[in-house]
């Protein structure tokens, strides 16, 4: 799922295409896609874009009006723009079986397409600013709050510091993937609980957060250059742990460890998170029992 990383490219990318040009169109290749009845979508059709924001994980474009589209990309929705579409390619359907919509801009057109079977991606279409609040999660901005506010999110309810970090409830925009890298790079586990930090954890907890999250995003503004981002991906080859199983950590060498939980995984270093302890994924550990091997050294024994 694009993250807070992700999300800030895909605006600063629209940003300088769309802001100040009308949206003539929109085209619906998937009825499910649109999630809001009133207004209507045709509402939108010929207002001028007037800018863009972030709302968690989530798109807002402001129109006239003031009306907006607020787009969830959900785990596979992914944006494509085709500047100055001639108007015999806007005719057409919206695109191929992944397209689930095509937004006709009087400068270009912006495609909206979501791999896999399953369509997740939403679009509301709702007034005023009051429309907008409600689609607000209600996360505090991680990069915008004080250690001593960030803290005291943190500590509302007592959950795994992977829980916690991911809920859009207590922080925004954070997902599976940077909060695998967050938490590698405070070098704390996934699995302690927030009412077990220490004040010097969370000062090094919230120093990575914000380390992390502009690291990435400087990294991929300067990869996307004046262009528009092609390849979003929670995985990739610069990351520390995620989407790294047996790979080495990049900070001592171990190899990189993974548990697996409802459709996501959380990816750790042992040495350097857990102090050498291997985190118990619920089901195998449940079936394994006794012979669930505790540390790295009992692995490397299990595997001989």
């Not at 874009?49 to 709302?55: F, N, P």
């Not at 001639?86 to 791999?115: M, Q």
């Not at 991906?233 to 548990?259: E, L, N, W, Y």
Request: include cysteine.
């Amino acid at each position: 799922m694009p993250e807070l990383p992700d999300i800030t490219i895909y605006i600063e990318a629209l940003s300088t295409r769309v802001v100040g040009h009308t949206l003539e169109r929109v085209r619906l290749a998937s009825p499910f896609l649109l999630r809001s009845v009133n207004p209507p979508l045709s509402a939108v059709e010929g207002a001028v874009v007037r800018g863009l924001r972030r709302l968690g994980k989530r798109i807002v474009f402001e129109l006239d009006g003031p009306t907006f589209l607020v787009l969830h990309l959900m785990i596979a929705g992914r944006l494509k723009w085709n500047p100055g579409l001639p108007a015999v390619a806007r005719s057409a359907k919206a695109g191929g079986r992944a397209t689930l919509a095509a937004f006709d801009f009087d400068n270009g057109t912006l495609l909206l397409t979501e791999a896999g079977s399953k369509r997740r991606a939403s679009l509301y279409v709702v007034s005023g600013e009051s429309g907008v609040a409600d689609h607000d999660p209600g996360g505090i901005e991680p990069l915008a709050v004080s250690t001593p506010v960030f803290a005291e999110r943190l500590r509302l309810e007592r959950r795994t510091l992977k829980r916690a970090l991911t809920d859009p409830r207590l922080f925004s925009g954070i997902g599976n993937a940077y909060s695998d890298e967050i938490l590698h790079a405070a070098q704390l586990s996934p699995l302690q609980w927030t009412s077990n930090l220490s004040d010097d954890e969370i000062a090094r907890l919230h120093a990575a957060v914000t380390s992390t999250l502009l690291e990435w995003t400087e990294r991929l503004r300067a990869e996307m250059g004046t262009g528009f981002p092609e390849k979003v991906t929670a995985f990739r080859a610069d990351m520390a742990v995620h989407g790294k199983f047996g790979q080495p950590c990049p900070r001592c060498g171990s190899p990189v460890q993974h548990i697996v939980y409802a459709a996501n995984e959380c990816n750790y270093c042992p040495t350097c998170q857990t102090g050498g302890r291997l985190l118990a994924d619920r089901s195998l550990s449940r079936l394994l029992g006794d012979d669930w091997p505790r540390t790295l050294e009992e692995l490397e024994e299990r595997k001989k």
